[in-house]
């Protein structure tokens, strides 16, 4: 259980990245990435993600940036649906 655990986190850090590189603003802000536990319409049970940039300077520019980050749904690393 470990192990798959381990190997869906890698997976979904890998996809992460690979979207960071197709949109240019997230990645020139410093981000996170935070995973949650939830079910994919398409793929069952995955460890699902979402993207939130580091508050740093400029705050007029990363704080709302965080504040919208946090509030959209996580997704599932594999298509990119919304995860329940």
Known sequence: MDSRLTAELSSALTCTQSRRM???TMAMIESETRTLQGTCPDHGHVLA????????????IT???RG??????YRCPECGAKVS
Do not use: M, T
């Not at 919208?68 to 749904?73: G, H, N, T, V």
């Open 68 to 73: 919208l980050a946090a509030l959209r749904p």
């Open 22 to 24: 197709e949109n240019p």
């Open 63 to 65: 704080g709302p940036a």
């Open 49 to 60: 993600v979402k993207e939130v940039p580091k508050i740093k300077f400029p705050f007029l």
